[in-house]
T-cell receptor
Framework: DAKTTQPPSMDCAEGRAANLPCNHSTISGNEYVYWYRQIHSQGPQYIIHGLKNNETNEMASLIITEDRKSSTLILPHATLRDTAVYYCIVRSGTSYGKLTFGQGTILTVHP | DAGVTQSPTHLIKTRGQQVTLRCSPKSGHDTVSWYQQALGQGPQFIFQYYEEEERQRGNFPDRFSGHQFPNYSSELNVNALLLGDSALYLC??????????????FGPGTRLTVL
């Protein structure tokens, strides 16, 4: 699976958009980008995934660059409950269930 | 619709003991994966069970073993516990298709402390 690079921490004001970047410059054509988040001492929560097109669901939007070497997770109106560690994961078709987590980004949403 | 459940929530053991952790998958899911998360680290893949067999395994010693039952629930067993086995153990379930878009959903985890 391709390696990902994320900033260790980010801050965001409540009500503003949180934009979390992820670099995956070695991604292959058949690999998907997945995002999970983990609120303190809880299990990781699935957020969204995509291949090359932008994706949106009720939680967030995922923007993948045209060359697919980076992506951005957007939480449009961050709340205090969005404070968590956010993990960007690149997943290949050969990995079956294996998710390879990095260190993630600690997002802190301030009042 | 119940999500992934794990038991117990917390567990304290001493070095050399054995421990069994349990996981019930989300309704409709037939595949269970186990992860270990040390303090301050991301989860690390231990293994995955599908059709009652270990389908894939991460870089963990044989002290870590598992089992899947016909109702798709699963157990993680760790023998000869070491202090370094202290961690949050996470279970994730999925549909088992093996597809790259087969999303995993995680349980709340079991916190194991080895003294």
């Amino acid at each position: 699976d391709a390696k990902t690079t994320q900033p260790p921490s980010m801050d965001c004001a409540e009500g503003r958009a949180a934009n979390l970047p992820c670099n995956h410059s070695t991604i292959s054509g058949n690999e998907y980008v997945y995002w999970y988040r983990q609120i303190h001492s809880q299990g990781p929560q699935y957020i969204i995934h995509g291949l090359k097109n932008n994706e949106t669901n009720e939680m967030a939007s995922l923007i993948i660059t045209e060359d697919r070497k980076s992506s951005t997770l957007i939480l449009p109106h961050a709340t205090l409950r969005d404070t968590a560690v956010y993990y960007c994961i690149v997943r290949s078709g050969t990995s079956y269930g294996k998710l390879t987590f990095g260190q993630g980004t600690i997002l802190t949403v301030h009042p | 619709d119940a999500g992934v459940t794990q038991s117990p929530t917390h567990l304290i053991k001493t070095r050399g003991q054995q421990v069994t952790l349990r996981c019930s998958p989300k309704s409709g899911h037939d595949t269970v994966s186990w992860y270990q998360q040390a303090l301050g680290q991301g989860p690390q893949f231990i293994f995955q069970y599908y059709e009652e067999e270990e389908r894939q395994r991460g870089n963990f010693p044989d002290r870590f073993s598992g089992h899947q039952f016909p109702n798709y629930s699963s157990e993680l067993n760790v023998n000869a516990l070491l202090l370094g086995d202290s961690a949050l153990y996470l279970c994730a379930s999925s549909t088992g298709s093996g597809s790259i878009t087969d999303t995993q959903y995680f349980g709340p985890g079991t916190r194991l402390t080895v003294l």
